[in-house]
């Protein structure tokens, strides 16, 4: 039953892309793009399922952590009980493997691989360009991301109601319900990312020139409303009694001696850090003279790509300050920045840090990109990008 399972997920992915060419009526490149980045996602959904199961990790027990006595209305609540309410069926039900289950996740997660990808292809001009979506796909291949979001587990939806709400904001005026979902979503699995999509999409409105002021006025005070509820929810699921610098610090320290208990074996003196340093952490390691097994070395490949193309797009905008770059992207890397300001305080584990910002890095990359772009010849030329 379950390999039956697995050729017919896979199958109905590679018939829905064939199905989204021919009605889009997309480019050639396009439609190899988006197929060959469903291959290469599910590949990392076996490497994932490898990982588990050598090394441990949660998704294994949200998957595998049932009971017989067990009800599928019990695990009903947000973040991890979400997670388990999901696969109570196909796993306590069904009895669908674990392996099978990694696959249902990454086939869930490529979702947002294949609108950013076909996004991109089409709004910035390059989809009929064979070295300009090469160099694309080549972007969005960027490891990390495609381990944590191929297998069971909240990176995988995240990064489905990261891309699926950044993209919608665009075409808010029809699209509005689409991007509520999304946002509700990300606080539901995590509260913290559905607070800074929302913040996101509250600085969208204000800049947005398609939507009527008065319907700008009543957006922005009902997001007010609904923040001002999404931080009272957090301080009482985080015990706040209130928000000052000095509170701030003791609870960043209380977080990091909590992680520090885990003796994880990779844990980084953050609270002994300044700001640089800390950025540093969360931008840039580890690398690869600091990548002490296997598991360590492909982010830290990563991370050393990612440095040098910095390096690469500084250069390129003092020589050509002529650029574009989308505005979803835009607004991805203020998530992004949003999200390591809140690491930054609470997070001292190097293998935790890699995987919380994997779902918010390929925005920073796909930024270089696009800067680089603006002078490298084969990568695609300055042009017009909503």
Not at 80 to 101: A, C, E, R, T
Not at 319 to 335: A, C, T
Not at 360 to 378: D, G
């Amino acid at each position: 039953m379950n390999p039956l399972i697995i050729s017919l997920i896979i199958l109905f992915v590679i018939g829905w892309n064939h199905f989204q060419f021919k009605r889009k009526l997309l480019s050639p490149y396009v439609y190899y793009a988006v197929q060959f980045l469903f291959i290469y996602h599910i590949l990392f959904s076996f490497i994932f399922t490898f990982y588990i199961e050598k090394e441990g990790g949660d998704a294994w027990r949200y998957w595998n952590g049932f009971e017989s006595t067990h009800q599928w209305s019990t695990h009903w609540g947000s973040r991890s009980d979400f997670i388990k309410w999901l696969n109570y069926i196909p796993s306590h039900q069904l009895g669908l493997s674990f392996w099978v289950g990694n696959l249902i996740y990454a086939a869930i997660s490529y979702i947002g691989f294949r609108q950013l990808l076909i996004f991109l292809a089409e709004n910035s001009g390059i989809q009929h360009q064979k070295e300009k979506m090469l160099a694309l796909v080549l972007v969005l291949c960027m490891p990390n991301v495609h381990f944590w979001t191929a297998g069971i587990g909240k990176e995988a939806l995240l990064w489905l109601a990261l891309t699926g709400a950044l993209l919608g904001m665009r075409r808010f005026s029809y699209r509005w319900l689409v991007v509520f979902f999304f946002i509700g979503l990300a606080w539901w699995i995590r509260p913290i990312n559905g607070l800074g999509l929302g913040l996101i999409f509250g600085l969208s409105l204000i800049v947005s020139k398609g939507i009527p002021k008065r319907i700008k006025y009543g957006l922005t005070f009902f997001g007010l409303v609904l923040g001002y509820m999404a931080l009272e929810k957090i301080k009482l699921y985080m015990a706040i009694p209130t928000l000052n610098w000095a509170f701030v610090q003791e609870f960043s320290q209380s977080q990091f001696d909590f992680l520090s208990g885990f003796q994880a074996g990779s844990e980084v003196p953050m609270a002994q850090y300044n700001i640089f340093q800390r950025i540093w952490v969360l931008f840039f390691r580890p690398l690869i003279n600091e990548s002490t097994t296997g598991w360590y070395l492909v982010p830290a490949i990563e991370n050393s790509l990612y440095l040098l193309s910095c390096l690469l797009a500084i250069f390129c905008n003092f020589k050509n300050r002529h650029f574009n770059i989308p505005v979803p992207i835009l607004m991805g890397i203020l998530f992004g920045i949003f999200m390591a300001s809140i690491y930054a305080l609470t997070l001292n584990n190097l293998g935790i840090i890699v995987r919380m910002k994997s779902i918010y890095m390929p925005f920073f990359y796909l930024a270089n990109y696009f800067l680089i772009a603006s002078c490298v010849p084969f990568a695609p030329s300055p042009s017009p990008v909503k």
